[in-house]
């Protein structure tokens, strides 16, 4: 059964925003520490944003901090990504991803620490 699942992407122009989620099927990744990573067209999957499990700590890549804002919802289980001012070379195939320990997002992001991954949603940001 699918653990993560996301939805929200789109195609926007640059400048423009979306809001990413993700939603977990299983309760048990409230608990663990949630994710983005994005992987564009020829280049190799990076590093976006986590988050903690209580949302005490979050950790972004220098190239998306101060624009995107990485965010969950205990209650319904979801993951966000709110992506703002985005930019061409932001598009990208953008997954989320679970991982049982915090020191998997930061302060070195480890893909081969999250457990969990989603199939991932298209974001284009167009000049």
């Known amino acids: 059964q699918e653990r993560l699942v996301e939805s929200g992407g789109g195609s926007v122009q640059a400048g423009g925003s979306l809001r990413l989620s993700c939603a977990a099927s299983d309760r048990t990744l409230s608990l663990f520490t949630m994710g983005w990573f994005r992987q564009a067209p020829g280049k190799e999957r990076e590093f976006v944003a986590a988050i903690s499990w209580d949302s005490i700590r979050t950790y972004y890549s220098d190239s998306v901090k101060g624009r995107f804002t990485i965010s969950r919802d205990s209650a319904k289980n979801t993951l966000y990504l709110q992506m703002n001012s985005l930019k061409p070379e932001d598009t990208a195939v953008y997954s989320c991803?679970?991982?049982?320990?915090?020191?998997?997002?930061?302060?070195?992001?480890?893909?081969?620490?999250?457990?969990?991954w989603g199939q991932g949603t298209q974001v284009t940001g167009s000049s």
């Open positions: 991803a679970a991982s049982p320990r915090w020191e998997a997002a930061a302060p070195r992001p480890a893909e081969s620490g999250f457990s969990y």
